[in-house]
């Protein structure tokens, strides 16, 4: 059992900069691979970017690599997606999720707890 509340999302304009915050309880943080998912109106949801149990071992989808960059605060229970240089193509409610394993994914069929999701709107 673990509950995921993501924050941090908003109205940006393009080239803006934004960080997602995921706090989760319930289960031990570390133990849990972490990833980011986002999906447009319309769309299928789509990976964004994951990160190891302990924070050491990161990667992240094409699309959005080099102005993204997830990390965790173990301490904190919290996974952090930093977002610069926006776009409008970036706009989507953004979801975290959890996988009962140290290793991440991006597959989304296999995490095992989903957040509600935040929404993030980039305006041209």
């Known amino acids: 059992q673990v509950q995921l509340v993501e924050s941090g999302g908003g109205l940006v304009q393009a080239g803006g900069s934004l960080r997602l915050s995921c706090a989760a309880s319930g289960r031990t943080f570390s133990s849990l691979a972490m990833g980011w998912f986002r999906q447009a109106p319309g769309k299928e949801r789509e990976f964004v970017a994951a990160?190891?149990?302990?924070?050491?071992?990161?990667y992240y989808a094409n699309s959005v690599k080099g102005r993204v960059s997830i990390s965790r605060d173990n301490a904190k229970n919290t996974v952090y997606l930093q977002m610069n240089s926006l776009k409008a193509e970036d706009t989507a409610v953004y979801s975290c999720?959890?996988?009962?394993?140290?290793?991440?994914?991006?597959?989304?069929?296999?995490?095992?707890?989903w957040g509600q999701g935040t929404q993030v709107t980039v305006s041209s």
């Open positions: 990160i190891s149990g302990s924070g050491s071992t990161k």
């Open positions: 999720a959890a996988r009962t394993y140290r290793t991440g994914t991006s597959n989304e069929s296999r995490y095992d707890y």
